[in-house]
């Protein structure tokens, strides 16, 4: 009997520990910043020192990168699932925007990529814009979703020009990634 606890107890610690390095590795999004489940030290937020030895020392066990293949250039953070995009002003330096379209993102309602639209805002309706690709703002105030469809799916409304209006969402758009941004 003991045989068998001990090895269903290590079974259990192996499957506990392999949770805790999934969780780990999520970068969870609100309306202002970007949080590692690996815990509140691991912070990025809007306004803060866009300077290597800045996201370096607040990203110490992740690897970070500067990047010029970004949209413009940004630095990249990333470690197993985790992959998040950190865009800043060199005239001001300081953080001008987050972005993840990496598997281990979410929003702070559990909202991942994938995810239907419709559901993440529990509405058939988003005020929607078209820059680089398509972004729908969230729930969190904010906080916006990038977007991706299939080619079946159908808008019925046009989405490709910023607007005050809500547009209908059809039930295939999906979540593709998040944003935050000063702009």
């Not at 949080?35 to 937020?45: D, M, Q, R, Y």
């Not at 990047?67 to 060199?90: K, N, P, Q």
């Not at 639209?117 to 005020?127: D, G, I, M, Q, V």
Request: glycine content about 8%; some cysteine; hydrophobic content about 40%.
């Amino acid at each position: 009997m003991r045989v068998i606890s001990g090895i269903a107890f290590a079974v259990v610690l192996s499957i506990a520990s392999v949770a805790g390095a999934q969780e780990a590795t999520e970068a969870i999004f609100d309306g202002n910043s970007a949080t590692s489940a690996k815990g509140p030290n691991f912070k990025i937020a809007l306004n803060e020192p866009y300077s290597p030895s800045f996201i370096k020392g607040r990203f110490g066990p992740f690897k970070v990168e500067f990047s010029d293949e970004c949209e413009i250039e940004c630095f990249v953070v990333s470690r197993g699932a985790f992959g998040l995009s950190i865009y800043g002003s060199e005239k001001t330096g300081k953080i001008t925007a987050l972005a993840s379209w990496s598997e281990g993102a979410r929003d702070a309602h559990g909202n991942r990529a994938g995810t239907p639209l419709r559901e993440a805002l529990k509405s058939t309706t988003a005020k929607c814009e078209y820059a680089e690709s398509l972004m729908c703002e969230s729930a969190i105030k904010g906080l916006s979703y990038f977007i991706t469809w299939d080619e079946s799916c159908d808008w019925k409304t046009r989405w490709d020009k910023p607007s005050n209006e809500p547009v209908l969402v059809p039930a295939c758009a999906m979540i593709d990634g998040f944003h935050v941004s000063l702009y």
